[in-house]
């Protein structure tokens, strides 16, 4: 089966350095894998309501903007968050995205979580640190290294790039040089560009 991969976008701007980063390591994906683009910003989903335990605790089937949301991170082999980081952690968008999963994963029919079990979970971020003091995205990073354990998808590598202003991403040329070949990376142990977590 060719791999698929959704890259989930959580900029507030089109061309943001996070997703600039992403153009260049798709270019190293293996012949005949399939890309889709999520801009988040352009597919804004509901407050998530939390009704866990009210009643039997189920949700309704997504709808709108979260089935198209719902429907690429089911297609995808691959999932990639390409965002910046945002005060140590996930911009609004992103974490009301993962909120949206603990919806997901009460409604009977989709079988949510067990369809993402053994799925690569992947992270391309970028902060306004200096390069190899890449402490401010460590919460962001473990985030997701934990949503991956949670949901038992496999947390397969992440690229740290570093910038501020737009555009700055493209002057970081070891995340530039690392992006090209990032998708070739499995397994997991992260590349040696991930942060400490500790």
């Known amino acids: 089966m060719n791999r698929r991969f959704s890259i989930v976008l959580g900029s507030t701007r089109d061309g943001g350095n996070s997703e600039v980063l992403a153009k260049h390591a798709i270019e190293g994906l293996p012949d005949g894998a399939e890309v889709r683009w999520l801009r988040l910003r352009d597919l804004p989903l509901p407050p998530f309501v939390d009704v866990r335990h009210e009643g039997a605790g189920e949700y309704p089937a997504p709808t709108g903007h979260a089935k198209t949301l719902l429907d690429a991170t089911m297609w995808a082999t691959d999932l990639v968050f390409a965002t910046p980081t945002y005060w140590y952690s996930l911009p609004a968008s992103v974490k009301l995205y993962l909120d949206h999963w603990?919806?997901?994963?009460?409604?009977?029919a989709l079988d949510f979580k067990n369809a993402l079990k053994g799925r690569a979970l992947w992270v391309i971020t970028v902060n306004s640190d200096e390069p190899g003091e890449d402490a401010s995205s460590g919460p962001l990073?473990?985030?997701?290294?934990?949503?991956?354990e949670y949901m038992h998808m496999r947390f397969a590598g992440?690229?740290?790039?570093?910038?501020?202003?737009?555009?700055?991403?493209?002057r970081d040329a070891a995340a530039v040089r690392a992006a090209r070949t990032f998708f070739r990376t499995s397994g997991p142990t992260p590349p040696a560009s991930m942060p400490s977590l500790a």
């Open 141 to 148: 990073l473990r985030t997701l290294e934990l949503t991956a």
């Open 102 to 108: 603990s919806a997901w994963m009460r409604v009977p």
């Open 158 to 170: 992440a690229l740290v790039g570093h910038g501020n202003r737009p555009g700055d991403a493209t």
